[in-house]
């Protein structure tokens, strides 16, 4: 996954039909800056209201995830958001001048391919990610429903479904992030129903915009020649028969083509999130409900929880960088060395480790009767851990020095006290240029954040090893 936010690299736009209004509507998808996230647009509404794509905003999920904020609505938004999202898109802005996105052929193949041939243009900003530290549950047992989220390093989904029909019977599909392959495997899939649901949803005034060009159907038993003609003249399709379950006016793509749109529909809904998931999904016959009351759930609890650590911290595995490889790479020595651990590094992110005891000197007179670590040496660790993350890709036959040049935005949440394991997590801000580094610094106990700053360092040579 990219570590930087990405948007269009111009606009994009497609006419058609929606499937449950039948209303004509055109559509442009605008970039938008950094961390404004997807949100929609209603041209055709005075004032052109905008809805945010997150899970707070859903409204409906009868036959599709319906968005909505007051009296305006957007429907049938989980294909366009599973192609941006999927496709990398984390900013955009999407003008509609009607109630629902078109439909097109049922799957988000047209969208994939507009944005494959417009491209996308890379951001300042960073991408955030939920990162996925326990398991999570939603279920509906009645109807056997689950969907349960895993921590994992990517973003995965498997997905089961099962209609208790003759045709449909136990059909499974799957998406992994690194394979990169949604545009040709998942993105075709088109939208699929039963036979027995159409006349109905016709009746309740839905699907008008429905059509045998752009939805599988499946037929759950055979039919008798009368009924074969009176769907002829439904669907002005003179010539259309059934094969091996489905009417045959398309050719699956896949034999589980049904799973895979399935599967398309929850990466469209999950994209509601707002943050890019490093974590596995497990869906067994999931919905739009199903779906989006996970995401809200996921929300509610991201909101509660407030920023998490990114990287799980158990000190039964060895680390990266134990104390006497810290001291290889930094000057910095006790009792002022305040980092005792490096349990994750890359190009662009550090987590290390400080173990609080009372043996610290700085309790002897901070303060004798209630010790406190002074909010300045919390400051100074996460420094020091950054250090390392700014020295990870210089010359290992150089002494180097890092000098302090900015601190900005520094909170203090909570106190840390004898006993407290502190977890320092940093980001790279931009690349490093000239030596200088910027740095987002966080400081956690327990999974609660007790401090955060942005850091502004200069990195500079003293002599060779």
């Not at 040496?377 to 040049?405: K, N, R």
Request: hydrophobic share 40%; net charge negative.
């Amino acid at each position: 996954m990219s570590t930087k936010q990405k948007t269009l690299r111009g606009e994009i736009a497609f006419a058609g039909r929606g499937l449950h209004t039948g209303a004509t509507v055109k559509m442009v998808v605008k970039p938008a800056e950094e961390n404004f996230g997807i949100k929609f647009c209603r041209t055709d509404i005075e004032g052109s209201p905008q809805i945010p794509a997150l899970g707070e905003f859903v409204v409906d999920t009868s036959r599709s995830t319906v968005l909505g904020t007051g009296e305006v609505r957007i429907s049938t938004v989980e294909h366009i958001l599973a192609a941006l999202w999927t496709m990398g898109v984390d900013n955009a802005l999407i003008e509609i001048d009607g109630p629902e996105i078109p439909i097109m052929d049922g799957s988000a193949r047209e969208y994939v391919a507009a944005i494959t041939k417009t491209g996308l243009q890379e951001q300042e900003a960073l991408v955030k990610y939920y990162q996925v530290t326990e398991k999570t549950v939603f279920s509906i047992p009645e109807r056997e429903v689950e969907i349960e989220l895993l921590p994992d390093d990517e973003y995965s989904v498997s997905l089961h479904i099962d209609f208790d029909s003759k045709v449909l019977v136990n059909q499974w599909a799957t998406f992994d992030a690194t394979k990169n392959d949604f545009a040709t495997q998942i993105a075709p899939c088109r939208t699929f129903a039963f036979l027995h649901e159409l006349e109905p949803l016709l009746q309740a005034g839905l699907i008008k915009g429905g059509d045998l060009d752009n939805a599988i159907i499946v037929v759950e038993s055979a039919l008798s020649t009368t009924e074969l003609d009176r769907l002829r003249k439904l669907f002005n399709k003179p010539d259309i028969q059934v094969r091996e379950g489905y009417l045959s006016n398309v050719e699956l793509q896949f034999p589980n083509e049904p799973a895979r749109h399935k599967l398309l529909d929850v990466l469209g809904d999950f994209a509601l999130l707002g943050v890019r998931i490093k974590g596995k999904i497990l869906a067994t016959r999931p919905g739009h409900f199903a779906n989006t009351e996970m995401v809200k759930m996921l929300r509610k609890a991201i909101r509660k929880e407030g920023v998490r650590p990114a990287h799980k911290y158990n000190p039964g595995i060895e680390p990266i960088y134990d104390i006497n490889a810290i001291k290889h790479r930094l000057p910095h020595r006790p009792p002022f060395l305040l980092v005792d651990k490096i349990i994750h590094i890359d190009n662009e992110s550090i987590a290390g480790i400080k173990s609080v005891t009372v043996n610290e000197p700085f309790f002897v007179g901070h303060f004798p009767e209630e010790p406190v670590m002074p909010g300045v040496l919390i400051v100074e660790a996460m420094a020091q851990c950054g250090g390392i993350l700014a020295l990870h890709g210089m010359d290992p036959d150089y002494f180097y020095s890092t000098y302090f040049l900015k601190i900005d935005g520094v909170r203090f949440k909570q106190k840390v006290v004898p006993g407290d394991t502190l977890q320092f997590e940093l980001q790279l801000l931009e690349p490093i240029r000239r030596g200088i580094v910027r740095m987002e610094a966080k400081a956690f106990v327990a999974d609660k954040l007790v401090c955060e700053a942005e850091l502004m360092a200069q990195v500079t040579p003293s002599g060779k090893r």
